[in-house]
């Protein structure tokens, strides 16, 4: 069975709280609370799906700029969202390790997740892994890790 199209959806923001919603032609609305890096991550999505289906030229679409952060041209926001995301994965580990040793092991962990559908509501670092994901997110050196976790 195929959904209808949504008459109109509505993005809103009140500073704490990204909520989509969605309308049908009655009226009947299905709000979506979503999180930060989601909201990225879906943004990426919407855009590369309505691509396709514009009447745009090849060469438009060379020179429109890529979402996800395996681009070069990542927007700032992508790359904060990211950053954000490894320091999560910082926090919950062993206090007492050097920088370079939580680098290693954040990258260790990076390389061993595999994605899971039920890894989207999930808690934890399971939820930071399925994150960086979902946005797209290359492998980084353990040094560009370490400039991560250390500010920079």
Not at 41 to 69: C, H, N, Y
Request: with cysteine.
């Amino acid at each position: 069975m195929m959904a209808e199209p949504a008459a109109r959806v509505v993005v809103s923001d009140d500073g704490s709280t990204i909520c989509l919603t969605s309308y049908s032609e009655t009226g009947a609305a299905v709000p979506i609370v979503l999180a930060p890096v989601r909201a990225v991550a879906l943004a990426g999505e919407l855009i590369r799906a309505a691509l396709p289906k514009l009447d745009v030229t090849d060469s438009v679409m060379r020179s429109a700029p890529k979402f996800g952060l395996n681009n070069e041209l990542a927007p700032k926001a992508e790359i904060r969202v990211r950053d954000e995301l490894y320091r999560r994965l910082d926090n919950s580990l062993a206090v007492g390790s050097s920088l370079r040793q939580r680098a290693e092991a954040i990258r260790r962990k990076r390389n061993r997740y595999v994605p899971r559908a039920s890894d989207e509501g999930a808690g934890g670092e399971r939820a930071v892994l399925w994150q960086l994901h979902r946005i797209g997110a290359p492998d980084l050196s353990e040094r560009q890790v370490r400039r991560i976790l250390g500010g920079r």
